[in-house]
């Protein structure tokens, strides 16, 4: 099960430490242009080393495109691309190889399979998210250029830190993805003493999309929300997902949380732009709890794999907070769940045209 | 999209008003026995009408055995299981087939599709759970048979209540599937306060896993957290996903996470028994997070099919809190995701023996 | 693996003296209209008993909507359709309950499983296919408004009978599906020779579809080609298939069998109107060869349970050759296949409009 | 759908002129032992250039293991395998990129996505099939140490010649994979014959599967011969397909075809070791019928890109009958398919153990 999607199929393959890493993209629509450059934003915005806040991993993550672009426009047949690693030091990795990890899936792996690759976490290391990255540029590009969607992403809360203000351009303009401006000397001093501990903190990351038509998902197993619940928990280290107000529903009133409708369009969007597993045509909004991370300079107790009592301790390069640099992969998750649900909606009710009333997206967005 | 699971494939029909609902289990291994008194005990504990404190809608649900069975033990052909509608009052519902009720599902089927029965909401009525819990009558008993795995859930919040104590044997004891039964007359007196009020309220519910061994789940965007994340995002009225500590991540430090391990097992549990995506042999732990019911006496402002402002008032019978009875449906999930996991375990790895070290499933079990 | 379809996915279930016999719908655009009666005529074509020709079992057929249809039309959801078996009698199977029976599925079965149903052969009883009948009918109703398809099939060899004239015109008016009305008498002789004597013949049967755009089937693993393979393979009995010109072609040369093109269209049709597993816009033309019924009135040598040697003899109705009735089945195989591939097509290739050149169908249409 | 296989799903990528070519093998037990060398022999076999009867493309067919293997081992995770392109001329296709050759998939694929990619036939080119055999050298390698099964194919008919004598040791010892060696020089004339004269010819190819014990396949609709008509189909050039006696059962009784069964085995093998879509432990044998050539020096009557009548001649390296380097590609679908089965049985039917009595395979073997 290393394909995502049912008719926008996004299989991916490599490990941390293998020549190279790579993904195939089947059943994307023919025509899209694109190029090995157009990659170069998101990938950076994903890639560790940008700052001293994340692991020192430094990847030029140059794409090559194998297959399914010919004079720079997608063909409809499979599109390869393939990215080579060029910065995977096993020597960090060689003592550990007999032990396993605490919080991580060193243990789970050998289990299942009897045989692992224990360089740089082989196929659990989150490296394999690039590619999840690189998809979902061709994803974000059609959704745009189609239906003017757009996918963004911040960080939301990182510790007990939440921002005070909100403001979507400052997002991109600090390593944190945090939108308040105001707050990024105090995350930098936050990281830094973490790092200066040896320990690590979680975090929670907020997608919100916008130009979702109304009518996109498939009800009951293939709800739009469900899908997204599916996506953001296939990535590493992500412990609990939300749709709109997520748990916050649990001490919620109906009359509360039930966005009424009226002429101007919906008064309100606790449901997150989601009703019955199908959109609204309100921003979708869902987040993602991170855990901390797992691998510290602080020793852990542990096993190896004799059985033996070992104590575990992380000297290689790591992150303070994994979720400083999720942002982008839970924003390519939203966004190839978004291209998938289009494709299946086209599939079955294609014949469908605009249907009235439309309700407007009304109030509730971000 | 009707069907859930890869290799033990429930694929659910029916309307909440049509003549019947039901499923075809594709994938049942042979051999297992089963009648239709067995289905008895679990939809009883879903079924609306026991108590009270839920819809009032009385439905024998009286399983019918179409095929996939023969002398009492299952063939490995499809187990199709039919369920009549027989208390479906349509009139109930005349009045208001003209609008889109807010936190309903009717303004999304309708866009989507074009063409909608609107009979008790029709498709999107929690009636479908009916099948998944029938259909994990199954998963549940093979589960049990064959590896000693028991599921379990319990309601964990309503509103801002969450239990004071915790005793399993307390939660069959009463029609909130609470685990402490000292709590029980404030919660019926909570729940008659909102039935008078005409509100509603949200609930969270917590499932156990317990006997499911090391290496379950499928890595990458087959993980058992992101199939069970799925599942239960599945069910109407979801609007969060928990796999063992889940939110509570953000705010922890990594030392304190990380389960570490000793001779004598693992010594925490905040993973939820799930590292990597595949599981640890400790308890498996998921929470889900339910809206508060939108259908109220209380009126919500809304449009009705001509764009027109209505305003939408529930007159028929509905629950103060859809949590109450939802706990066997997130029991059901939890045993097809891992039903459907196994299987996927046994084609894969069937050769890979038992591998040693066992790590003992230790502390944090509960 | 009871679901035929990627798109356009139909669920099977049901043994042959099982309660009743079914199917599931998932997929299907909303809209389409339809009731129990448009069933009629396509499984009445099917059905046996229909003359002294097939086999004497009776069965009313009556097709009963148990969702996904309201008011008439397709509402998207899934639609579950039930036939209740009526004529099973038991009585005749309980005798060969302990043999296994040459050319039948019993031993297979028992090898798969471990425990079969072996009254009137169960699950892999002929009987399976009056739901795909079923189901085509709604196929067969999309294509046909929505784009002209038209599905038709005809009995192509019988023994060493092939037809010696052609009219579409003769096929539906009699007993075997045959395209020339003045051999009827003979082929009436020829079955009635066949009973007496005890044994069986197999038989050829040919479908055509004329309307097929070009653009549908998806290369390399999901091309038309494979999938219609795939589905006439599917149906007992059938033990070859062909596409056009079929086995023909091997001792054909390239000058003959590529089909040239001038400005009034294609000049030929020996590709049978799929090109690279994707239609060209002709006439799409497969075959498929069954074999004779096995069990016959002359006595066969096998095994029992216990593995001792036993004749078998067959006393029950039977059909002398189990192809005569086939071709319904055939042509739900088909329309199944394009119904699915037009969903896929439009899933990722709706973007694209008319791209000219258009070639017309031209020769080589029957 | 560029994927093939439920468990075991390969995943190719790549076109003929593209920088490389590529699969991705997904589902494939840990432990299997590897090395890029494993991978020469059968890509040899398939490779052009090896005499004067087949094309004169040159490719090395260097296979890169770029991930899934570690140590030399299998390790659960996605292998993919890629090989570069090096003798990709595409100055050959350059004056026919505006015309559609008859017999290929170039209008087709215009059709259908409205931009391909014409140097050699892009993404529908035989090279494709490269990755098919490097894929199946994993299943053949494991279905080969667990169960012992044996996948061969050979030339069985070319234009109007049929083997004389039957040896499987002399079928490597050509170029034409051909039972009789005393044939090969009559072979080599009429090659030459046709080379010389421009036109080419069709072929027959089969292939037998010995030791696939009873059990094997997913009645109905993933049945054993439905999925090899499917796998074998999707192979170019082939427009029919059979299993056991094939088309020749048309004109076959029932008492001659039904393969009785005594206490040595089976009498016969007319079925092709499948009954029910299941294997019987007999030799599972199948056959395809491939296309002549369609790329020829003698000129055919096509249109170009503005619809305009043209003569398409092939100036090229062509071969005069595809067939002759399609026997391990044969081979390989039949690999794939077999393997593919031999998980989804063990998935579902993993507790069924040895089901006595167990019928030798006996009679009808080659």
Chains 1, 2, 3, 4 share one sequence.
């Not at 239906?147 to 400052?170: E, K, M």
């Not at 973490?194 to 999309?209: E, F, H, M, N």
């Not at 993602?288 to 301790?313: C, I, N």
Request: glycine share 12%; proline share 6%; aromatic share 6%.
């Amino acid at each position: 099960m290393n394909t995502f999607g049912q008719l926008f199929r996004v299989t991916t393959f490599g490990e941390s430490h293998g020549p190279a890493i790579g993904c195939v993209i089947d059943g994307c629509p023919p025509g899209v242009t694109i190029s090995p450059d157009d990659f170069r934003d998101d990938l950076a915005r994903r890639a560790t080393g940008r700052t001293r806040h994340t692991s020192q991993r430094h990847e030029a993550d140059e794409v090559e495109i194998i297959s399914g672009v010919y004079e720079g426009r997608t063909t409809g047949t499979p599109i390869a691309l393939l990215v080579r690693n060029t910065d995977a030091k096993s020597k960090d990795y060689d003592a550990i190889a007999q032990t396993f990890r605490p919080g991580h899936a060193d243990y789970t792996y050998w289990q299942k399979y009897g045989h692992r690759d224990p360089r740089g976490g082989g196929r659990s290391s989150a490296r394999e998210t690039t590619m999840r990255v690189a998809a979902a540029v061709l994803a974000k590009r059609w959704l745009n250029e189609k239906f003017g969607v757009r996918v963004r992403g911040h960080l939301a809360q990182i510790g007990n830190v939440v921002p005070r203000g909100f403001d979507w351009s400052a997002v991109e303009g600090n390593p944190f993805f945090w939108p308040d401006a105001s707050q990024v000397p105090e995350l930098e001093a936050y990281m830094d003493a973490l790092r200066k501990s040896g320990d690590s903190v979680g975090a929670r990351i907020t997608v919100c999309a916008d130009g979702v038509p109304p009518g996109w998902g498939e009800p009951i197993y293939g709800k739009l929300d469900g899908e997204l619940a599916a996506a953001l928990m296939s990535i590493n280290a992500v412990k609990g997902v939300e749709v709109g107000d997520g748990f916050a529903v649990v001490a919620q009133h109906g009359t509360e949380h039930r966005d009424e409708i009226s002429e101007t369009g919906f008064l309100s969007n606790h449901a997150g732009g989601i009703l019955g597993g199908i959109s609204t045509g309100q921003q979708v909004v869902v987040s993602a709890a991170f855990k901390p991370t797992s691998s510290l300079r602080l020793p852990a107790r542990s096993l190896d794999m004799d059985g033996q009592p070992v104590e575990v301790v992380t000297t290689g390069r790591h992150d303070p907070c994994v979720g400083v640099r999720a942002t982008p992969i839970c924003e390519a998750m939203v966004a190839l769940v978004l291209m998938d649900q289009a494709l299946r909606h086209r599939a079955q009710c294609g014949d469908v045209g605009d249907v009235s009333p439309r309700i407007a997206p009304g109030a509730g967005k971000r």
